[in-house]
């Protein structure tokens, strides 16, 4: 069963205006960790935003701010203000595992984003 | 610009042969994770290195090895290449902590090795 779940291929916002992409996940783990990272063409993947799964309020990051809906296991990105540098691929990922012990993160398939002018 | 390094950036290899990609981590990192990301895929665990052992494991056969030296460095080797073997490999470093408060275990990653098994 796929752990990370972007349901979007593909999306398309206009310059200035606000995106939201999807992600639901799934674990057992009480203790989790969810990441949102860009990877433009270049291939480095860069971080944008982390949310614990016990953390009382969603993420913010200046333009990134993360819907945290633990009971529905979704942690969808909202991209606020869109500029053409954001054209990239997203990835939604969960880091599993014990405290002190070896931490993975497991990966959507990703969405890319296209920012038109 | 995170830091971390890889090289080669590209290469290409035939069936059967070996490869060696490197990576450097980022200055006062302690862990490294490599990652392999298939042409239209999100990226997929390798292993972990942590104290120059090998610190969990995804599900990738024996033939993909590994190695960190004392300065954190780190080497992935994949013997006996198939064509499925195409893909970006990222490396990633982290700093290994009990989590502290505000560690959120982020990982920086490299701009990867793009290899090309023919």
């Known amino acids: 069963a796929q752990k990370i779940t972007q349901t979007q291929p593909g999306m398309f916002v206009q310059e200035k205006e606000a995106v939201t992409l999807d992600c639901t996940y799934d674990?057992?783990?009480?203790?989790?960790?969810l990441f949102w990272y860009k990877q433009p063409s270049s291939g480095e993947m860069i971080f944008l935003i982390y949310?614990?799964?016990?953390?009382?309020q969603n993420a913010t990051e200046g333009r990134y701010s993360l819907n945290f809906q633990k009971a529905r296991k979704s942690a969808n990105l909202v991209i606020s203000a869109s500029q053409l540098g954001d054209s990239a691929m997203y990835f939604c990922?969960?880091?599993?595992?014990?405290?002190?012990?070896?931490?993975?993160?497991?990966f959507g398939k990703g969405t890319k984003l296209t920012v038109n002018p | 610009e995170t830091g971390v390094t890889q090289s080669p950036t590209h290469l290409i290899k035939t069936r059967g042969q070996q490869v060696t990609l490197r990576c450097s981590s980022q200055?006062?990192?302690?862990?490294v994770s490599w990652y392999q990301q298939a042409l239209g895929q999100g990226p997929q665990f390798i292993f972990q290195?942590?104290?120059?052992?090998?610190?969990g494991r995804g599900n990738f056969p024996p033939r993909f090895s590994g190695l960190q030296f004392p300065n954190y460095s780190s080497e992935l080797n994949v013997n006996a290449l198939e064509l499925d073997d195409s893909a970006l490999y990222l490396c990633?470093?982290?700093?290994?902590?009990?989590?502290?408060?505000?560690?959120?275990?982020?990982?920086?990653f490299g701009e990867g090795s793009r290899l090309t098994v023919l």
């Open positions: 674990t057992s783990d009480p203790s989790y960790g």
């Open positions: 290195y942590y104290r120059e052992e090998e610190n």
């Open positions: 990922a969960m880091r599993e595992g014990r405290k002190g012990g070896s931490e993975k993160l497991v």
């Open positions: 200055s006062g990192h302690n862990t």
């Open positions: 990633a470093s982290s700093l290994h902590t009990l989590r502290l408060a505000g560690n959120t275990g982020e990982l920086f």
């Open positions: 949310q614990g799964s016990y953390d009382q």
